[in-house]
């Protein structure tokens, strides 16, 4: 049962934020976005976050494509964890899998602001 208050508490924090947002419609801007104008690998994560707590998934994945398919595989792998802490999959997931995982991020980052791929940015509010 503790290991499952921090999750719990993440999840009542980013309730109340929605909540709150909702009332005065300030939301967290992305620094990258704000410092840079291009799009970095995360922008759109928070309101994704706040698609999938009002179950608009539709939404949520135009958002963030990339981050809202890995949400289903890091759930598992963090239950997994939580479960077998030494025996976990996690533990046995190879170095070069993380390389392989950072190189997509920063390859999607890039052609995010690419207009051609301007279906990879988030949608607007």
Known sequence: MKKLIKPLIIILILIIYLAIS???????????????????????????????LCLDFYQAFRYNPLLFIAI??????????LINKEK???????????????????????????????FLAPTKI
């Open 22 to 52: 909702n009332l005065i419609k300030i939301y967290i801007p992305c620094p990258i976005k704000e410092l840079t104008g291009f799009y970095c690998p995360g922008c759109g994560i928070t309101r994704m976050f706040f698609s999938i």
């Open 72 to 81: 289903i595989p890091s759930i598992f792998l963090y239950i997994d964890y």
């Open 88 to 118: 976990s999959i996690y533990k046995k997931i190879p170095q070069k899998f993380w390389y392989f995982l950072i190189i997509i991020l920063l390859i999607y980052g890039v052609l995010r602001n690419i207009p051609i791929f301007s």
